[in-house]
């Protein structure tokens, strides 16, 4: 069964808006990832927050774990064009190498 | 540069046709996954190894196995494809980063079931 679920499933904004976008979990996690999926490409790994973290930045991206709600949000700031894809999280528990993709946010980026 | 390469791109096969997917990494991770992907859903895994111990996903069907002769290749056999089979199909390795696992994905395959 699916771990995460996103929300929302879909959205479109303006070029230079923000994005936000939530994924709520189930069981404890050891780690949670993010994931950017181009129409009909493979996956490409964004960022990685572990379970003792609250907060990590890369680039334009900010990504917040809150455990306690069991959930996760990412944050793409000024967004472009090229911005516009399907994102996923993915949870991974401890002592496994094995990840759960929830259900994905398709965004879009209109220029 | 190192990379996932996954042959071919693109698979038509015909219904109960076996086919086999493959997949190399140049990366030299322990871990190798594959997964299916149907339009608009999220990643579904279906097997994953350590090395060489294979681990397959309680809810995949017996009509797909997977080889990982060495550490650099893995396969994907569909014995008898259904209609339902046609996917996207996802090979992705990973690295260990403290005590969580990277993926690297490979392009996909997109296979197409007539």
């Known amino acids: 069964s699916q771990q995460g679920e996103e929300d929302p499933q879909a959205l479109s904004i303006q070029e230079g808006e923000n994005a936000t976008m939530n994924c709520s979990y189930k069981t404890s996690i050891n780690n949670l990832q993010w994931y950017r999926q181009n129409s009909g490409r493979g996956l490409v790994h964004l960022i990685l927050?572990?379970?003792?973290?609250r907060e990590k930045h890369s680039g334009r991206l900010r990504v917040t774990l809150d455990t306690s709600k069991k959930s996760s949000s990412l944050l793409i700031t000024a967004s472009r064009a090229a911005d516009t894809a399907s994102y996923f999280c993915?949870?991974?528990?401890?002592?496994?190498?094995?990840?759960?993709f929830g259900t994905g946010t398709r965004l879009k980026v209109l220029a | 540069d190192a990379m996932v390469i996954q042959n071919p791109r693109y698979q038509v096969t015909q219904f109960g046709k076996p086919v086999t997917l493959s997949c190399s990494q140049t990366?030299?991770?322990?871990?190798m996954y594959w997964y299916q992907q149907k339009s608009s859903q999220a990643p579904k895994l279906l097997f994953h190894y350590y090395d060489k111990d294979f681990n397959n996903e309680a809810d995949t069907p017996d009509n797909f196995q997977s080889r990982r002769p060495n550490t650099s290749f893995c396969f994907l056999d569909i014995r008898s494809p259904g209609l339902g089979d046609a996917a996207m199909y996802l090979c992705?390795?990973?690295?260990?980063?403290?005590?969580?696992?990277?993926?690297?994905f490979g392009p996909g395959t997109r296979l197409t079931v007539t």
């Open positions: 993915a949870t991974g528990s401890s002592g496994t190498y094995k990840y759960i």
């Open positions: 990366l030299n991770h322990n871990v």
């Open positions: 927050i572990r379970s003792n973290e």
């Open positions: 992705a390795t990973s690295r260990r980063s403290g005590s969580a696992y990277e993926q690297y």
